[in-house]
């Protein structure tokens, strides 16, 4: 599968802080999406919601097999060598699954297509290209940053069309995720740039997060008027 990380010591545990934070901020987001797709009744925002939800549910993955396999090792039970290297790679598999679906369908969202046979044909590519890589983990991130480079070129140009202050906040956050995610494809040499990744992925999602919750509560008050 190939070299994932280079983890410094100190931050050995943090790391898994950090995927449950993504998870719950991520899910937050899609959260505040479905509600805003109440209002709207606009698809591409039930599928914004969608494709976050996925995000959501791949770091609680992510966390659950980290914590369990630790937990296993320095706990009184003993759990075999290929029983933990089976399970690993079972969640890892269903993680990077859900992970570049999540993203996919925002890919799609952004296409401003009715059909998701785009969609579809996005995901099947990426994943076979995954599936068939020598490193996983390589192509996973190389894929998912060419998502979120055409993410945020999309909102970029939206926010140069309209001038909205929400769309450039979206922009600047799909931007940071861009530059994090790129940031993990070279953890595996320089161990601090996994930190600051991580570090830039949770101020992005942060963002959005927070841009979401404008936009429901102008919704709200425009509805109420």
């Not at 969608?50 to 097999?65: D, Q, R, T």
């Not at 931007?175 to 600051?196: D, K, P, Q, R």
Request: with cysteine; aromatic share 16%; net charge positive.
């Amino acid at each position: 599968m190939g070299r994932m990380y280079l983890i410094p010591g100190w931050f050995y545990g943090y790391d898994i802080f950090f995927e449950i934070i993504f998870g719950l901020i991520t899910l937050f987001v899609a959260w505040n999406a479905f509600k805003i797709y109440k209002i709207s009744e606009e698809k591409n925002t039930r599928n914004f919601g969608i494709g976050f939800l996925l995000v959501s549910l791949s770091y609680f993955i992510w966390a659950c097999i980290n914590i369990f396999i630790v937990s296993d090792i320095g706990g009184e039970r003993e759990l075999s060598v290929s029983n933990i290297l089976l399970l690993s790679t079972i969640s890892i598999y269903l993680q990077i699954a859900l992970f570049i679906a999540g993203l996919a369908l925002i890919v799609s969202m952004t296409l401003k297509t009715k059909e998701m046979r785009a969609f579809e044909l996005i995901l099947a590519i990426s994943l076979s290209a995954i599936c068939f890589s020598l490193n996983k983990f390589t192509a996973t991130y190389s894929i998912a940053s060419i998502f979120l480079l055409f993410i945020s070129v999309y909102y970029i140009s939206e926010f140069n069309r309209k001038k909205n202050k929400t769309t450039c906040m979206i922009a600047m956050a799909f931007s940071l995720m861009f530059l994090g995610t790129i940031g993990l494809l070279f953890a595996g040499s320089v161990y601090l740039t996994y930190v600051i990744s991580h570090i830039v992925i949770l101020i992005a999602y942060s963002i959005i997060l927070i841009s979401l919750i404008k936009i429901l509560k102008h919704g709200e008050k425009k509805k109420q008027a």
